[in-house]
């Protein structure tokens, strides 16, 4: 597979840029670069995801499952302060970039390099994930199916996928893990869906 933003190294010359997004009513401010997923600016599935996402009922933490260089981790950080936000993402320069744009926009989040759940201990109110579609549909199974053993019992995994790369046959794959799956958002292709741990 030729290098992508799921590398955990990417090796494109960087090209830093900064983009600017309001999201949930808050303007933030995004260094990207090279190698990183979306670098131009948030992508819409992103923002769907942001927008659409409800605090959880329960009490607890909320992960961000590939959290590239951070809008959905920093803008949950920042709408839900009392929350500790927990980031991390395969990609190291992605990872770099989360941690610098945290604090550029002053929200207080964990960030941390892991391949997928692997140093995952603790389980979580929310994990929420814009899963890296081109890393294969190997690696989006286990973002979805491994999200349930690190939720909390009534913790909700929030996850957008658009129609034509796969939401259908993910939406099937939650209903056989979790049983009830709602679709939270629908728009332009892009599907929300919140699966709740019974």
Request: glycine share 10%.
């Amino acid at each position: 597979m030729s290098e992508h933003y799921y590398s955990e190294h990417p090796h494109a010359a960087s090209h830093r840029q900064i983009t600017t997004a309001e999201l949930r009513g808050n303007a933030l401010s995004f260094v990207t670069d090279s190698g990183v997923f979306s670098k131009k600016g948030i992508d819409f599935g992103s923002r769907l995801l942001i927008e659409s996402f409800r605090e959880p009922e329960i009490p607890g933490k909320i992960l961000d499952m590939g959290c590239g260089y951070g809008p959905i981790g920093i803008s949950l950080g920042r709408s839900f302060p009392t929350r500790q936000v927990m980031m991390v993402d395969i990609n190291e320069r992605a990872v770099a970039l989360a941690k610098e744009n945290a604090k550029t926009n002053g929200v207080d989040v964990l960030v941390s390099q892991s391949d997928l759940y692997e140093t995952i201990e603790e389980t979580y109110a929310a994990i929420v994930t814009n899963p890296p579609i081109r890393a294969g549909k190997k690696i989006v199974r286990q973002i979805l199916t491994e999200s349930y053993q690190h939720l909390e019992p009534g913790g909700e995994l929030w996850a957008v996928i658009q129609k034509k790369q796969g939401g259908p046959s993910a939406l099937t794959l939650l209903q056989d893990v979790f049983g009830r799956v709602d679709v939270a958002a629908r728009k332009k292709g892009y599907h929300v869906f919140c699966a709740r741990k019974g």
